[in-house]
């Protein structure tokens, strides 16, 4: 079973990284095009596992990613090419809700996804993904018996 869980969280967070709490969070913020146009590298990256609704310690999944090898850089033709350090680059459309507080990505390879923006100021973007790895296990036929939620958290520098 533990075995599992480690393949479902990295296979999530991989998958999330630039693809897809503290209660400060919950408030949310919002920002304008002009505000994400430019290059942001990762300065920081904090993946929390929650099983059957409880936050688990785990240290070991927020070392998996090297901090500042992954970049994502948004242009004022709406379209954005991320980058995590290694040959893997995606590039799609992106967009903001009317709101201003949630980015969406429609890569060109792949399925559409979105973060929350969690504060943004000029030289600083933290953002926020949420994935049921419940649902992502039954797709890839893995037998688990806990609801599983993954929550990133990450904070990009300009």
């Known amino acids: 079973m533990m075995k599992n869980l480690k393949s479902l969280v990295l296979l999530a967070s991989i998958a999330f990284l630039f693809q897809s709490c503290n209660n400060d969070d919950e408030a949310g913020a919002s920002a304008s095009k002009a505000d994400l146009i430019g290059l942001w590298t990762t300065s920081e990256i904090e993946i929390d596992v929650i099983v ?21 850089e948004f242009r004022e033709d709406d379209t954005y090419t991320s980058n995590d350090g290694t040959i893997d680059v ?61 929550v990133g958290h990450i904070t990009l520098t300009k």
Do not use: R
């Not at 070991?60 to 994502?72: A, D, R």
């Open 52 to 72: 059957d609704g409880q936050m688990t310690e785990n240290e070991s999944i927020t070392t998996l990613f090297e901090v500042g090898q992954e970049n994502i």
């Open 90 to 150: 995606s590039t799609g459309i992106w967009s903001l809700n009317s709101e201003g507080n949630i980015i969406f990505f429609e890569p060109e390879n792949g399925e559409p996804y979105e973060y929350k923006i969690v504060s943004a100021a000029s030289n600083q973007l933290k953002i926020k993904f949420e994935e049921d790895l419940t649902a992502l296990a039954e797709l890839f036929q893995i037998d688990i018996e806990q609801e599983l939620l993954i």
